[in-house]
């Protein structure tokens, strides 16, 4: 993706930090104020009608649901793992190899291993990144971390989907640590995956956390079970969004957000 002049931090550069994703937000000039009495401002009332209702649960039952979260534990990979690794030796059977060839010896124990990786979102609950990294503040600009890469797993073939996730949301007197919003994506992401609801999850996990005025989040992947079979298309990418609140409601805000990710 282009950079245009103004700051922004691609992913790539930031590498080192860990956490992927540019960041771009009301305090870098002219990127997304607003002028005084802005339309989307002044749609931007919490009570504004056909607001998302997830928005207004009560913080309690939010933090509740999140509790009961499947979750898998490290102790959990372990015990399947001897199971996991079986079924990977009956698939290669399956396929017409000789798991005791040499180079498939330890196959199965490294492909069970590479799974339970790849699904690793299993192992972590959204109220655990959530914790002291929500902020009070006044900001109320456009908060963007765009390009934040994406691993998935397709829960029809359990091949990968890949490609990146940008996030948008307008502040409601709570922020979330910038490195939050990537590390949402990493939980969602590392499970069985469609993309369209990986999208959804990730917009109403953000506004549970924050009930902020509007969220959108946009993910643009490369699913391996199209590019590999198929209709064979191997620069096809599927777009998803989901717009909640403002950004659902006003079109200049959500122009607003598709434009900044776009540029
Ligand atoms: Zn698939």
């Known amino acids: 993706m282009e950079h245009s002049k103004q700051t922004q931090y691609s992913s790539n550069e930031k590498k080192d930090t860990g956490d992927g994703g540019s960041v771009l937000n009301g305090h870098f000039d002219g990127m997304v104020k607003r002028p005084a009495g802005g339309t989307a401002r002044a749609a931007a009332a919490p009570q504004a009608p056909g607001a998302e209702s997830g928005s207004h649960r009560a913080a309690t039952s939010v933090m509740e649901s999140w509790k009961e979260e499947r979750t898998r534990s490290v102790e959990d990979n ?94 409601n007197k709570r922020v979330l640590g910038l490195s939050k919003l990537a590390r949402i994506v990493e939980i969602y992401s590392r499970r069985l995956q469609v993309q369209e609801r990986l999208t959804k999850q990730i917009a109403v996990a953000i506004t549970e956390a924050l009930q902020p005025t509007g969220v959108g989040v946009v993910i643009e992947a490369t699913h391996m079970c199209m590019v590999m079979r198929g209709v064979q298309k191997m620069n096809s990418k599927t777009v998803t969004s989901t717009m909640l609140g403002v950004f659902r409601e006003d079109p200049k805000t959500r122009d607003e957000f598709l434009t900044l990710i776009r540029s």
């Open 78 to 171: 372990e015990m399947s793992l001897p199971s996991l690794a079986a079924a990977y030796t009956t698939i290669l059977r399956g396929l017409g190899e000789d798991p005791q060839r040499q180079g498939l010896l330890k196959t199965p124990w490294r492909a069970a291993t590479a799974m339970q990786f790849f699904t690793k979102g299993y192992q972590e609950k959204i109220i655990d990144v959530l914790n002291d990294a929500i902020f009070d503040e006044d900001h109320d600009e456009m908060v963007i971390v765009k390009d934040i890469d994406m691993f998935s797993m397709c829960e029809h073939h359990l091949v990968p989907i890949f490609g990146r996730v940008h996030i948008g949301y307008l502040p």
